[in-house]
């Protein structure tokens, strides 16, 4: 059993001018025993101070941090149950890789027997047994990245804290490394802790993600809740690449139907702005925003591309231009002007647009979000 609990979990720091910077604000959180859990956010928003906090090489200003339902505030790190797995491989240069990987467990005065015993299984799993005579410089990035994985796997803690271990690897060595560091997770039943700044790598990765901004955590859900259901604006933006579109504008009543005109300012409308006319089961959760501001998201996914219209635009179509067009193989993305915002789309790749060629947009208006201007907060 491993559990990790956060309890209004406080950080600060003192600046340059004595002022005070909080990297973790009132975190609250609950690893399960034997989950993976993701968390996410941009540089500096800190993620690798909860984690060095959960490993002691940190002291929280406020709040308490629980492994098993114990508090560990006033633990050392070598009395935690936890290792980590450092953004920077660490290894001793001069030392093969059994060694590097063996040095913890001779340190803690494990008998030479188990300690080989556990190299040599650790090995086996990670497929470094014909690399165990060799040095560091010797090995691949990949293989080092093991090595490291490795060091930490011999000791068969209770909870592993991985600080974005793939981000000096070459893309098609991240892929490769995810994919064992996701079977590595299913064979060991371990509890782990997995931080990065890719979103890509935690929702592939995390059963759950928790995504974190400016020292908070914004929002904790399984990968695919936080993609459909985003709790703030913040979120949203965040995870999904390309990242979903956003409008400023206001909501008006039209007969019985809600629609959103789009403006850049509460008095100033849009140059070319556009109305969508909404679905009438989003209706009911924005009756209370009648005639006030709100931000409009929709995914790149949920637009429809199309050749200009002859005849006039439907309350569903927008009117754009192409300005770049980015092909990826298996699908294209489409950047497009013509109104107060930027779009990007997602088409088919074989649809065939070119640059400044005249398109219609239709949304998917079942799949359109809708956040409060101020507080950032989702409303549908």
Aim: glycine fraction near 8%; charged fraction near 20%; hydrophobic fraction near 40%.
């Amino acid at each position: 059993m491993a559990q990790v609990g956060l309890e209004h979990l406080t950080k600060e720091f003192k600046g340059p001018g004595r002022e005070r910077i909080r990297a973790v604000d009132d975190a609250c959180l609950a690893v399960d025993d034997k989950e993976l859990l993701a968390l996410v956010g941009p540089s500096g928003c800190g993620k690798t101070t909860t984690l060095r906090l959960i490993a002691g090489l940190e002291e929280p200003t406020a709040g308490a941090i629980t492994i098993n339902g114990q508090a560990v505030n006033g633990l050392p790190p070598k009395d935690r149950d936890v290792a980590m797995v450092f953004q920077h491989y660490a290894l001793y240069p001069h030392m093969s890789v059994y060694d590097n990987m063996a040095f913890g467990l001779k340190l803690r005065h494990f008998p030479s027997a188990e300690i080989a015993q556990r190299v040599k299984d650790t090995a086996q799993i990670l497929d470094l047994a014909a690399c165990l005579n060799r040095r560091p410089s010797a090995l691949s990035g990949g293989q080092r990245q093991r090595v490291a994985l490795g060091r930490a796997l011999v000791r068969r803690p209770g909870v592993f804290l991985l600080d974005e271990p793939l981000s000096n690897l070459d893309a098609q060595t991240r892929l490769q490394m995810r994919a064992e560091i996701s079977r590595l997770h299913a064979r060991l039943g371990s509890t782990m802790v997995y931080v990065t700044h890719d979103q890509v790598e935690a929702m592939t990765l995390g059963h759950r993600v928790a995504v974190m901004d400016d020292g908070r955590l914004q929002q904790v859900a399984a990968p695919i809740d936080l993609y459909q259901r985003p709790a703030n604006f913040f979120v949203a933006g965040f995870i999904g690449s390309p990242p979903m579109n956003f409008f400023e504008g206001t909501l008006l009543g039209k007969g019985n139907a809600l629609v959103f005109q789009e403006s850049t300012s509460k008095d100033a409308a849009a140059p070319n702005p556009f109305t969508v006319r909404l679905d009438d089961t989003s209706a009911p959760f924005l009756r209370d925003y009648l005639g006030k501001r709100v931000v409009f998201g929709i995914r790149p996914e949920h637009i429809t591309c199309s050749p200009a219209l002859a005849e006039t635009p439907s309350e569903r179509v927008l009117e754009t231009v192409v300005e770049m067009v980015q092909p990826l193989g298996s699908e294209t993305y489409l950047h497009l002007a013509g109104h107060a915002h930027s779009v990007v789309a997602r088409v088919r790749a074989a649809d065939r647009f070119n640059i400044r060629q005249a398109v219609s947009l239709s949304f998917e208006v079942r799949q359109v979000h809708f956040f409060e201007p101020a507080s950032r907060k989702a409303i549908v």
